[in-house]
C-alpha cells in the first residue's frame, strides 16, 4: 500500500528523432538512480505501473523504484499509440513526462553518416528522406512534448550538462532554467522560449587582445558588460522573467530555456548568458549556462 502523500512512481518517457541522442540522454537518468528501459512495448506499459503500484514501487530486488524512464525509438512496438497512453496514464493520476529530442536534419545526416548506420526507416532509400519521413511521424508528438530538446550543436558532454536537470531528483521542485549561448551563424537553438540578440554590443572580436579569448574569462567579461546597454539589457531580462517565471510555476512546468546570440557564440553571449544565469538564480530558480558553439571556430 502507499503512504498518504504518496504519488508514487514518476514516469518519464524521452523520445525523437532518431540520432538526437536518446542513448546519452538514457545513461545521464541512470546515472541520476532512474530506472531505464529502452523501447518497451506501450501495450506493456500500463502492465509496468501496474506491477510497480503492486509491489510498493519496487521493481528490482529490494531497491525502490520510484522514478522510471522509458526510452523510445519510432520502431517501438505501438509507438503510434504512445501520445494516447501517456494521456490515459495521467488521467489515472501518475506523474508522466514527455521529452522530446530534436536536432535539425543537417546534424542528423553528420551523426549518421559519421556512425556509418542506417536510419531506423530508410530501408533502400536516401538517408535525408528518412529523416524528412520521421520528423512528419513525429510532428504530433512533438506538439504535446513538456520539454523539446535542441541537440544540434551539442557534443555528448555538453548534452548530459543540459539535460541532467530535467531528472533531478529530490524534493528540489525548483524551476530549471538553462540559459544557452549561440551563434546566430551556426542557426537558433530549436528549443529557446525565449532567443536575444547581443549583437547591439560592440563585437570584442574586433578588439586583437581579445579576439583569441572567450566570454568566460575576465577580461571579455569586462569589456562586453562595460558596454553601453549591456546592465540595462540584464536589468530588463530580470523584469521580464519575473512574472514568467512566477506564471511557470504557478503551471508546474519546471524547465525552461533562455538563449542568447551573437554572431559566433564566443564572445558577447557568453558573457552576457553567464551574467544572466547569476542574476536569474534564486530560491526558486535553479539556473545552468550551456555554451552551445564555443570551440566552433
Known amino acids: 500500500m502507499r503512504e498518504p502523500g504518496d ?39 500500463p502492465d509496468l505501473l501496474h506491477i510497480s503500484a503492486e509491489r510498493e514501487g519496487k521493481l528490482v530486488g529490494d531497491s525502490p523504484v520510484k522514478r522510471i524512464g522509458i526510452v523510445l525509438n519510432v520502431r517501438a512496438q505501438g509507438f503510434d499509440t ?23 536534419n543537417e546534424a542528423l545526416v553528420r551523426r ?6 542506417p536510419h531506423p526507416l530508410q530501408g533502400t532509400g536516401r538517408l535525408l528522406d528518412a529523416i524528412v519521413r520521421e520528423r512528419e511521424v513525429l510532428a504530433d508528438l512533438r506538439a504535446t512534448a513538456e520539454s523539446v530538446v535542441d541537440t544540434s550543436g551539442l557534443n555528448v558532454h555538453q548534452l548530459s550538462r543540459k539535460v541532467g536537470p530535467l531528472f533531478m531528483t529530490g524534493s528540489d521542485e525548483r524551476l530549471r532554467l538553462a540559459v544557452l549561448s549561440f551563434g546566430f551563424k551556426y542557426g537558433v537553438p530549436l528549443d529557446a522560449d525565449f532567443v536575444f540578440d547581443m549583437r547591439f554590443l560592440p563585437n570584442p572580436f574586433w578588439v586583437p587582445e581579445l579576439r583569441p579569448h572567450t566570454g568566460r574569462e575576465t577580461q571579455v ?4 558588460l562595460s558596454q553601453p546597454g549591456a546592465q540595462e539589457f540584464i536589468d530588463g531580462v530580470e523584469t521580464l522573467m519575473d512574472p514568467v517565471i512566477a506564471g511557470y510555476l504557478r503551471e508546474n512546468r519546471r524547465y525552461v530555456t533562455l538563449a542568447v546570440g551573437c554572431t559566433g557564440g564566443k564572445h558577447r553571449s ?9 542574476r536569474l538564480s534564486s530560491d526558486e530558480v535553479t539556473t545552468f549556462v550551456v555554451h552551445r558553439d564555443l570551440g566552433q571556430e
Request: proline share 4%; aromatic share 8%; no cysteine.
Open 7 to 45: 504519488p508514487g512512481p514518476e514516469i518519464v518517457v524521452v523520445t525523437g528523432m532518431s540520432g538526437a541522442g536518446r542513448s546519452t540522454v538514457g545513461k545521464v537518468m541512470e546515472d541520476q538512480g532512474w530506472y531505464v528501459i529502452d523501447n518497451l512495448p506501450i501495450s506493456l506499459l
Open 82 to 104: 504512445l501520445a494516447e497512453s501517456i494521456r490515459l496514464l495521467t488521467e489515472r493520476g501518475w506523474r508522466t513526462h514527455l521529452i522530446f529530442l530534436d536536432a535539425t
Open 112 to 117: 549518421f553518416e559519421s556512425v556509418r548506420r
Open 221 to 224: 567579461a569586462d569589456f562586453v
Open 270 to 278: 557568453v558573457a552576457i548568458a553567464e551574467a544572466v544565469a547569476a
